[in-house]
Every structure is written in structure tokens, then in C-alpha cells.
């Protein structure tokens, strides 16, 4: 059964936008410059440590993961920046992805870089430019669970690739009590609840279980998800809403999901010398192994999904603003440099541990404010 239920840590609430006379302002899409229109360059004021420049309605959609950590740079920026609505829209990464190649968004939220093909499609998009990822959200994919009496749980990547595969089916199966000696593990039926939705939060979390644990995964990493068995439902606030009211119930989902419904996550037995929490701290040091692995200015990261470094978390994903490196259109260009510059800032990565995220290491923060600057 599908459900969806909106997540409310640190929800801002938005509004209905009127899109009706206003300016709606797209990557590459329509040249309606009703509303008021922009100036190109835009006329240029600061607030803060905010630059605002241009004017108008951004859309934006895609990954549900970073839905935390948007809707609270749109509530700063938008407090500093009154001439620019900023509407993002937790569709998914696929969804996102798909809407942005047609044309309907100012940038995509995708925690998957863009596939090859992807890439050629965004050419038809963005005139003489294409479609980069500009990495700008870290942080821990969570194991959520609902196990009565059980507050601590540690398990490992094999176990988990065998419970979501649907090989391990109750919570006292001899493979969990050998990782929890002291649990009082119940004879609990498990429901493993996955994303019907193709996400970026599945891809990240199937390449995981795919390069830790590839005899009992035998599953390609990918957005939609593949396994067989198990339960659906839409987006990480549908997965993490099911996991907080059912018995037996686990999941994957981005960290802020688990904070916001006191859900208990899982320890990974990595094979460090002792399990590792889920948290922004830990998700930091696995991301700092990261490589980028993109040319030109596509900041496409590799990510080391099989670190045994002390205290690291590996199951870490890394959503990508993912915009048009260059042919972008006059009226839209100065307002999406303006939001990407401010969330890529100190100030707007600051914000982002007391979400449960991980700021961007320091190197590849650099190199993506200089990219949106160079974006034309």
C-alpha cells in the first residue's frame, strides 16, 4: 500500500504560489517575460551575506532527500531575497531529472549523478551548453526500524542485503542474534519497506549493498528498485511513515527522516573495531574519501562505499543541483546563480549539520562555488 505523509522537521511551509501573471522561470523553457521580467544582469542588492540578483518564480523538483535542508535555505533566502520565489518540488531524483530534460525547471535535485544519455538529452535543453552536477548536499542514508525491545541493532552489509532480498525474514534469525549477543530479538515477522518511486536514495543505498555485499546482492544498482518481495511506498517521507507505525518494519532513508519520527537506526558492523552510527559526523568521513570523478565542469563525485576507516558511515549519499553549464537564459541565469551561490556558501552549508546532513568537505565546496559562477 502507498502511502505519503509529509515530513515536518523544520517544515517550511511555502504557500500556494499563484503561477498565474507570474514569471516562471526555466532552465531553458519559456520566453514569457510577463510578471515583471528581469533585467538580465538583474539590479544587484545583498542581504546579509546573501546576493540577490534577478527576480521572479524559480521551479525546481527532484530528490525528496534534500527536502529538509531546501525548505530552509528557500525560507532564508527568500527572507533576503523578496523579488524571487523559489518553489522546489520533493518529486523524487527521477522525477526531477525527467522534468528538468523537458524543459519545466530552473535545476534538478538529484541524488544520482546524471547518466550518459542523460547528459545528451540535457544538450537538446540547454543550448550550447549541457546539463553538470553540482554536488551540494551530503549526508547518511539511514536504516530506520521498528523492532519492539530492540534500541540498540547492529547489522552488517550481508545481513541487510539478505533482509531486503527477502532471504532473512524474522527478526530473531540466527544471522541477527550472531551481531546482537545481547538484543532480545523478537520471533517477528520482517516487512521491509522499499521506494516505489524511482530515487536516488535506492540507487546510493543499492550501490552500497552491491560493493559491500555482492555474493548476496545480486542486483545492479539503480533508482527504481529491483529486488523482489518487500513493500513500497512513495518518497522518504512515505518509507520513514511506514517504518514509524509498523511492527517488524525497516527501511532506508536520508537521517533527517529518522530525527524528525524518532525512529531508531541502525549500526553498521563495517569492520571497523566498532559499530558505526548513522550521523552527519560519521557520513562526513566516509564522504571525504569521495573523488571527483566528472570532467569540464560536471562535479560528478565516486564515492568509497566500502570504507573501514574508524567512525566512518558508509552508506552516504551526495545530492547533485544539477543545472546548465552555459547557454542558459538571460532572465532566468542571475536568479539561479544567486540561490546556488548562497546554498553552496559557507553560510548556506553551515545550516545543514543541525538537519543531520554533512557539509561538503572544504575542497569540493571551493570548486563548486567557483562553477556557479563560471555558469552562463
Known amino acids: ?21 507570474a514569471l516562471v522561470l526555466t532552465a531553458c523553457g519559456s520566453d514569457d517575460n510577463s510578471g515583471g521580467g528581469s533585467t538580465g544582469g538583474g539590479s544587484t542588492k545583498a542581504a546579509g551575506n546573501i546576493k540577490c540578483e534577478g527576480k521572479g518564480q524559480l521551479l525546481a523538483s527532484g530528490s525528496s532527500a534534500q527536502k529538509n535542508a531546501m525548505d530552509l535555505w528557500v525560507k532564508n533566502f527568500m527572507a533576503a531575497c523578496k523579488d524571487i520565489q523559489i518553489n522546489y518540488k520533493p518529486t523524487g531524483s527521477g522525477a526531477g531529472i525527467q522534468e528538468f530534460l523537458q524543459g519545466k525547471t530552473a535545476f534538478a535535485g538529484s541524488d544520482s549523478a546524471l547518466k550518459p544519455e542523460e547528459v545528451a538529452k540535457s544538450k537538446e535543453v540547454v543550448k550550447g551548453g549541457q546539463g553538470i552536477n553540482l554536488p551540494m548536499v ?13 534500541d540498540n541493532l547492529v547489522l552488517d552489509a550481508d545481513t541487510l542485503a539478505k533482509i531486503f532480498d527477502g532471504k532473512i525474514e524474522k527478526w530473531n534469525d540466527e544471522a541477527i542474534a550472531k551481531l546482537n549477543k545481547d538484543a ?27 560493493a559491500a555485499a555482492d555474493k548476496s546482492w545480486p542486483y545492479e544498482p539503480a533508482k527504481a528498485w529491483k529486488a523482489k518481495g518487500g513493500q513500497s511506498a512513495d518518497g522518504s517521507a512515505g518509507v520513514s511513515s511506514q517504518v514509524k507505525q509498523t511492527q517488524g518494519a525497516i527501511s532506508y532513508f536520508e537521517l533527517s527522516y529518522a530525527t524528525a519520527s524518532s525512529i531508531k537506526t ?36 565516486k564515492l568509497n562505499y566500502t570504507t573501514k576507516a574508524e567512525g566512518a558511515y558508509p552508506i552516504t549519499l551526495v545530492t547533485y543541483e544539477i543545472a546548465g553549464d552555459q547557454g542558459n537564459k538571460a532572465e532566468t541565469l542571475p536568479a539561479v546563480k544567486s540561490f546556488l551561490s548562497y546554498i553552496a556558501s559557507a553560510d548556506g552549508q553551515s545550516v545543514l549539520k543541525d538537519l543531520g546532513y554533512a557539509p561538503l568537505p572544504a575542497e569540493i565546496a571551493t570548486k563548486v562555488r567557483e562553477t556557479v559562477a563560471s555558469l552562463s
Do not use: W
Not at 551530503?138 to 530492540?150: D, L, Q, S
Open 266 to 301: 541502525v549500526k553498521l558492523n563495517t569492520g571497523a573495531s566498532a559499530p558505526v552510527e548513522a550521523s552527519s559526523e560519521n557520513a562526513s568521513k566516509a564522504i571525504a574519501e569521495a573523488k571527483i570523478a566528472g570532467t569540464g565542469k560536471d562535479l560528478a563525485l
Open 138 to 150: 551530503g549526508g547518511p542514508i539511514a536504516i530506520g526500524y521498528n523492532v519492539p525491545g530492540v
Open 1 to 21: 500500500m502507498k502511502l505519503q505523509r509529509k515530513n515536518r522537521l523544520r517544515a517550511v511551509a511555502l504557500g500556494a504560489i499563484a503561477v498565474s501573471g
Open 184 to 210: 532480545k530479538l523478537p520471533d517477528l515477522k520482517i516487512q521491509a519497506f522499499h521506494r516505489s518511486d524511482e530515487s536516488g536514495t535506492t540507487d546510493n543505498f543499492t550501490k552500497y549493498l552491491k
